[in-house]
């Protein structure tokens, strides 16, 4: 791709060429400036002559003057002969009359006369260069007067200027040669230097690093500056590849030999045994690498969120192309110009293409059809869901364009598609017509409402018809599937079997099973740890005022379906029933803004902004907030780094398919400490059965398991932890994946299947 593979010249001959090129310039300047000041010294030299020369015949000329034409041109014949570069002189009476000239000046006479005439006008010394069929001549033309004033005659000097302009000529050449030599050696020089000293010891590094990734346990390079000032670093990271490396494969071993827990190698084994040949492509509205223009730069930015979360690491293991709109203001810049780029950027492992949507597109159907119709219809979260036949039409429009550009990347190969979320229900039907050999999966990451709630969608069956062009649709809970077959049953013409969980319509059948995603292992991110995870941890007490308080942390994107206001509540009834916490514990909220296009959003943001506010002027004091409402971007490590410094993780949601974040919580706590509450409307919650379940709308008892979170004993919560950690770790985003493609690519006949890939 050309952003990848463009041809860029070496540092070391950039470098040369940047700093050659400006001395060369310099010099270039210095040298035409040199030569300018001779020129000028040649012809004032010149100017020096002529006029001495004038002097010297002033007399004698006046003297002759005085006679009649002929004795005074036999006067002054003999005077009037040159000698290089002196070409002769020439003198003319008061009326322009040429009276007796040097023989070599007679051929310039008819040049001579205006300059003569000048002179004679304006009674003065008139100098001047005429080009003639001979080269340039230099002129003097000196006005002659008697004592009383009376106007004489003219004297005329004339010389020969070639030897000037020859001169000039050679000395650029000599300075432009010597410019030359002198460019081309620092050339030379800076090339060699910085090639040996810059370029060489760094790409032998880059050349061990990369052995090093691709598991050669390759000799270190030698220690040359500046890499040498690197060795101690080199050496640390080379030690701790090679321990995460032997710790991995004694993982795959014991995997092998237990078959328990599912790794990015094993999902990556299993994908080519499952794929047999087919490719694979992954569509959904959300990019996983996002570029931004910020201060002129572009900036790379992970959008928050559960499916981009869960699927990055799949795509790592499996490879294929992800399809997502591309919503980043430097994504075109960054992208091919079919807008195709591998990703992640540094280590790259699959390709990401992306879709490009007009912002009337993406207004109608991702923030209208999308996110203010089919959002809160499926969360009961007392949202009015709203509809419009506009938003529709760019919500099928943009289905269409995404099911294009799949089977753009196809070509005529077979493939597998993995459809996901709500912003693309349609595109599985699309993609069946088009190509019916293809196998098509589809996951619906959010909660499925029951038929009552689905039925007030006006284009509810176009909707269904499109998902069930699926071989098969995943859900997290089997609450979701169930209230998916009972919209099917009710709404469209459509057969079900509720004994193998299938529906089928036009002649095809979608088979529709729970899927409860889970998370990637910590252990594959790049934060920090030991020492340098409580060092992180000590900057972000100092940081956030957060010393000797104790800590729950909350990690959401901002949406009404997270349940922000009922904890921020909680946290204040909990402060009026224990007042001896007051001072004592604090709320650290992160939140990322999300879909601020939309004002249900921005109100969402103000209306948080104010409570956290009017409960912080209530309780706080000089030195301590019960509430930290952080609103912004984390990047990976600091969202770690909180998970570890809190004590408690509050996952409030009214509803949410699944919440990985609450998984997230306990996947990050390898310490075994830590306390989860978890909101009972969560798809979590039916996994983790040892986090504090909460109702959040029960302001009461939200508070006092707030308390109870807070004196729990530690062996208790060391217990809790180490169930949910089992679990997690099991059910980790590999099995996920595994268990989907499973059943996606097993005989339709059959009903088991998550077995199998376990
Ligand atoms: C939920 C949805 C995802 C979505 C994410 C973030 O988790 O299921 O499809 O990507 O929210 O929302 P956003 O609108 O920013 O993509």
Redesign the pocket.
């Known amino acids: 791709m050309p952003t990848n593979t463009q041809y860029r010249l070496p540092n070391s001959l950039r470098m040369g060429l940047l700093v050659a090129g400006l001395v060369g310039l310099l010099m270039g300047v210095l040298a035409w400036l040199q030569v300018e000041r001779e020129r000028a010294a040649d012809l004032e030299e010149m100017d020096r002559r002529a006029y001495v020369l004038s002097h010297q015949m002033v007399y004698s000329v006046q003297a002759a003057l005085q006679l009649p034409d002929r004795e005074a041109a036999a006067a002054l014949s003999s005077s009037l002969e040159g000698y290089p570069p002196l070409i002769g002189l020439a003198v003319y009476r008061p009326d322009g009359r040429l009276l007796a000239a040097g023989k070599d000046v007679q051929e310039f006479a008819a040049d001579l006369n205006k300059v003569v005439a000048r002179a004679l006008k304006e009674q003065k010394d008139i100098i001047e260069s005429i080009r003639t069929d001979q080269g340039r001549v230099y002129i003097l033309a000196s006005a002659i007067r008697a004592p009383d004033g009376q106007p004489q005659g003219v004297l005329v000097v004339v010389q020969d200027m070639s030897q000037v302009d020859k001169l000039v000529v050679s000395r650029r050449v000599r300075f432009g040669f010597w410019v030359g030599v002198v460019t081309l050696l620092l050339l030379t020089l800076v090339v060699a230097g910085a090639w040996l000293l810059y370029d060489r010891p760094l790409k032998r590094m880059m050349e061990w690093m990369r052995q090093l990734r691709g598991g050669d346990d390759a000799e270190p390079p030698p220690l040359e500056p500046p890499a040498a000032r690197l060795a101690n670093e080199n050496g640390r990271l080379a030690d701790s590849l090679r321990t995460a490396r032997s710790a991995q494969r004694a993982q795959a071993r014991a995997v092998a030999q237990t078959g328990q827990i599912w790794t990015r190698e094993r999902l990556h084994a299993y994908m080519i045994d499952r794929l047999r040949g087919r490719r694979l492509l992954v569509l959904?509205?959300?990019e996983p690498y996002l570029h931004e223009l910020q201060d002129g730069k572009t900036r790379l930015r992970t959008?928050?969120?559960?499916?981009?979360t869960a699927l990055d690491p799949v795509l790592r293991a499996s490879g294929g192309v992800w399809i997502a709109h591309g919503a980043g203001n430097a994504d075109r810049m960054t992208a091919d110009e079919r807008g195709r780029l591998a990703v992640p950027p540094d280590d790259p492992a699959y390709t990401l293409r992306r879709v490009w949507l007009s912002r009337e597109e993406e207004h109608g159907y991702?923030h209208g059809f999308a996110?203010e119709g089919l959002w809160p219809l499926c969360h009961l979260a007392h949202e009015r869901p709203v509809f419009r036949a506009s938003n529709w039409e760019h919500y099928l429009r943009a289905n269409q364009r995404f099911a294009a550009i799949a089977l753009e990347e196809v070509g005529a190969d077979p493939a597998v598609v993995l459809v996901?979320?709500?912003?693309l229900a349609l595109a599985p039907r699309l993609l069946k017509d088009a190509r019916p050999d293809l196998t098509v999966g589809m996951f619906w990451?959010?909660p499925w409402p029951n038929p009552e709630a689905f039925r007030i969608c006006p284009w509810r069956a176009e909707l269904l018809r499109g998902l069930l062009g699926a071989d098969l649709i995943g859900f997290h809970l089997q609450q979701h599937c169930n209230n998916f077959l009972d919209t099917a049953d009710r709404m469209i013409e459509a057969r079900l079997d509720w004994n193998r969980f299938t529906v089928e319509s036009h002649d095809h059948v979608s088979r529709v099973r729970p899927f409860p995603i889970g998370v990637q292992p910590w252990s594959e991110r790049r934060t920090p740890s030991g020492i340098h995870l409580a060092r992180q941890i000590d900057e972000l007490r100092d940081r956030y005022s957060l010393d000797h308080v104790r800590v729950a942390v909350g990690i959401d994107?901002i949406?009404y379906t997270k349940g922000l206001p009922e904890r921020f509540r909680a946290v204040a009834r909990f402060l009026e029933r224990y007042p001896r916490y007051r001072g004592q514990f604090t709320l650290v909220q992160l939140s990322t803004p999300?879909?601020t296009y939309l004002r249900r959003y921005r109100d969402h943001l103000n209306e948080l902004e104010s409570l956290a506010d009017t409960i912080n002027w209530r309780f706080q004091t000089a030195a301590w907030k019960p509430i930290r409402f952080l609103v912004g971007d984390q990047d990976t490590a600091t969202i770690h780094a909180f998970m570890r410094l809190a004590e408690i993780n509050i996952v409030s949601s009214l509803h949410d398919?699944m919440n990985l974040v609450a998984k997230e919580f306990v996947a990050a706590r390898s310490d075994l400490d830590g306390v989860l509450i978890l909101s009972e409307f969560t798809g979590a919650a039916r996994e983790l059965s040892d986090a504090l379940i909460v109702n959040p709308y029960d302001v009461e008892q939200f508070a006092e398991t707030i308390q109870r979170a807070l004196e729990m004993p530690s062996d208790e919560r060391r217990e809790r932890m180490t169930q949910m950690r089992r679990h997690v770790e099991e059910h980790n985003i590999y099995r996920w994946a595994a268990d989907f493609l499973d059943t996606l690519t097993a005989d339709p006949t059959s009903t088991s299947s998550t077995q199998e890939a376990t």
């Open positions: 959904s509205n959300r959008p928050a969120g559960g499916l981009v991702y996110n996901q979320d709500y912003h990451h959010i994107r949406d999300s879909r398919g």
